[in-house]
């Protein structure tokens, strides 16, 4: 099934107007040209089979496409969870409808990175994927991508000083705001080393 075809109505809802975004043409042709079933077979060994107590996993290339979509939009696990509930293209990639199930915690994602990197799988994947992405004349490049953390600062005036921290201040992340300052990490998209 395409990822088209994974959108339930209530997912697309009734918009009159749209365009397909550049993000959205990147993401369509990585979900026709990537080899997900040649890289099922290189995880599927390491991943959880949901032997003994507890939940079933989540399906192995759901945890792959989010896998890949942390990479190329250089995200944490806390934001890619986000970006996930935020944005319709990503949630169709991940084969995620929100009628019929929610997106994976940051837990569960943080977990699944973690398998990844722990058993050397990373390289292993990412080969692969730029093999197929060459043999279809793709080149995947870009310049800077950025993403603010917030770091947290308490807004009381009770304290020993009775006064804020004269370094924080109110600041907003999407729709919602924080008191406190924003960290930027900026990494180069092509080598994915953070820049100072």
Same mark, same amino acid.
Request: glycine letters at 8%.
């Given at each position: 099934?395409?990822? !088209? $075809? *994974?959108?339930?109505?209530?997912?697309?809802?009734?918009?009159?107007?749209?365009?397909?975004? %550049?993000?959205?043409?990147?993401?369509?042709?990585?979900?026709?040209?990537?080899?997900? /079933? #040649?890289?099922?077979?290189?995880?599927?060994?390491?991943?959880?089979?949901? $032997?003994?107590?507890? %939940?079933?996993? @989540? !399906?192995?290339?759901?945890?792959?496409? +989010?896998?890949?979509?942390?990479?190329?939009?250089?995200?944490? &696990?806390?934001?890619?969870?986000?970006?996930?509930?935020?944005? +319709?293209?990503? %949630?169709?990639?991940? %084969?995620? &409808?929100?009628?019929?199930?929610?997106?994976?915690?940051?837990?569960? @994602?943080?977990?699944?990175? #973690?398998?990844?990197? /722990?058993? &050397?799988?990373?390289?292993?994947?990412?080969? $692969?994927?730029?093999?197929?992405?060459? !043999?279809?004349?793709?080149?995947?490049?870009?310049?800077?991508?950025? &993403?603010?953390? +917030?770091?947290?600062?308490?807004?009381?005036? /009770?304290? *020993?000083?009775? $006064?804020?921290?004269? !370094?924080?201040?109110?600041? *907003?992340?999407?729709? *919602?705001?924080?008191?406190?300052? /924003?960290?930027? +990490?900026?990494?180069?998209?092509?080598?994915? #080393?953070?820049?100072?």
């Amino acid at each position: 099934m395409s990822m !088209e $075809e *994974q959108l339930s109505l209530a997912t697309t809802g009734f918009e009159r107007h749209s365009k397909t975004t %550049r993000r959205t043409k990147f993401l369509l042709e990585m979900d026709r040209i990537v080899p997900w /079933k #040649h890289l099922r077979k290189i995880v599927r060994p390491f991943y959880y089979k949901g $032997e003994g107590v507890g %939940r079933r996993p @989540i !399906e192995l290339e759901r945890m792959l496409r +989010i896998y890949f979509l942390q990479h190329w939009f250089n995200l944490s &696990d806390p934001a890619v969870e986000e970006a996930l509930y935020d944005v +319709i293209s990503m %949630r169709a990639f991940a %084969r995620i &409808d929100l009628g019929g199930a929610g997106v994976p915690d940051e837990a569960t @994602i943080c977990k699944f990175r #973690h398998l990844i990197e /722990k058993n &050397d799988l990373g390289k292993k994947l990412f080969a $692969e994927v730029n093999r197929y992405v060459a !043999e279809c004349g793709i080149t995947i490049s870009g310049g800077t991508i950025v &993403d603010a953390t +917030i770091i947290h600062a308490p807004s009381s005036t /009770k304290n *020993q000083d009775g $006064e804020r921290d004269p !370094e924080m201040h109110s600041t *907003q992340k999407g729709n *919602q705001w924080f008191f406190g300052m /924003k960290a930027h +990490i900026g990494a180069d998209t092509r080598t994915k #080393h953070a820049l100072r």
